[in-house]
């Protein structure tokens, strides 16, 4: 069983950085098409960016060119940087096997504020 520990999080002011970290457990991690997802207060979870096991990566459109999803398939972890983040990127953050999710992790908070 696949499990997933976000982390990375934190409060940053509006056009700053941060880089979320997933570390997955499993053997077969390096096969999976992975995402990060969001969920901000009162809405709900929503996709943001996926890197396929080859490293093609696709993102929602209000993040591109803003965000980066990489990953490293020796350590099991899939990567988020952040970039001129704005206060509507606020939300836990979490990823996922895309398409076909395996139990959630606790997620990391990400607050954008001055």
């Known amino acids: 069983q696949v499990q997933l520990v976000e982390s990375g999080g934190g409060l940053v002011q509006p056009g700053g950085s941060l880089r979320l970290s997933c570390a997955a457990s499993g053997s077969i991690f390096s096969i999976y098409v992975m995402g990060w997802y969001r969920q901000a207060p009162g809405k709900q979870r929503e996709w943001v960016a996926t890197i396929t096991s080859g490293g093609r990566t696709n993102y929602k459109s209000s993040v591109k060119g803003r965000f980066t999803i990489s990953r490293d398939n020796a350590k099991n972890t899939v990567y988020l940087q952040m970039n001129s983040l704005r206060p509507e990127d606020k939300a836990v953050y979490y990823c996922?096997?895309?398409?076909?999710?395996?139990?959630w992790g606790q997620g990391t908070q990400v607050t954008v504020s001055s």
């Open positions: 996922n096997v895309f398409l076909s999710p395996k139990p």
